[in-house]
């Protein structure tokens, strides 16, 4: 039932603040209703209290940076090029990792095939597995196709400075298609 003595007292026997704190036990839960724990060990179990030590030396200190961009484009051009607006700059520490997504919704108004590609960039180079492709085949049908959402992801560990990660866009011929609603966010764990 919360903290006892390690060495119960006969009833009557007299009790001293020095006994107390050198002899306790926690045999139970304790609800801080709010308040802070003091002096408390370094955690063993995973539902035991955590230090600010323990946390700090984890790497579990939430998010260092984040950073959010939209962008858009009418009459895409054949080849790869930055998206109009989508980048963003953040700083990173040694061992820290970068999730970086974008998404969009590309519109494809060629009459029987057409395709959108997005892909992901860290300063000029590009990172590897996330070119992501949304369209249709020839003989697909006449008339405009609207994509609802084309996305890539990547987690990346760059290591320490300051880096601009891109949307990079392209479409199947140039002008054939556009892509709205367009957002690269990164977020930059502590």
Known sequence: MGI????????GEEGFAAEWNDEHLIDSDINFNFFSGINVGEPINPSDIATKN????QGVGGIADYGQSQFSEIDLSSSYHDAPGGSVTVSVASGQKVLIIASCSPYIYTENHGYVWIQLRRNSTDLSGTEKR?????????????????STQYLDIPGSGTFTYKARIRGQSSGDNNVWYGL????VFG
């Open 134 to 150: 949304a369209g249709q085949e020839y003989g697909g049908g006449p008339g405009p196709l609207n994509i609802h959402t084309l």
């Open 184 to 187: 690269i966010t990164v977020i």
């Open 54 to 57: 323990y946390v700090d030396t």
């Open 4 to 11: 006892k003595h390690k060495t119960p007292k006969a009833p």
